[in-house]
């Protein structure tokens, strides 16, 4: 039964601590630009950009191969 409490104990500490580091980074202005960071993060080379109502098409920056 104690094994049980110290878990639930747990669970509920980490998901204070992931409230108030979402709290954090809505109120710092972190998740200002979502989309991109998204767009630059899952797959970049593969996903093909689709354009967005709206929103001005910009190419990814994408880093140069080097052969060697």
Known sequence: M???IALFVAGVAF???G???WAWGVH???FRDLEKT???LFWPE???EQPRPGVAARPV???EETVG
Do not use: F, W
């Open 15 to 17: 998901g204070l601590a």
């Open 2 to 4: 104690s094994v049980t």
């Open 19 to 21: 409230a108030c580091m």
């Open 28 to 30: 710092s202005g972190q």
């Open 46 to 48: 593969i996903a093909p």
């Open 38 to 40: 998204k767009d630059q």
């Open 61 to 63: 920056e994408r880093p």
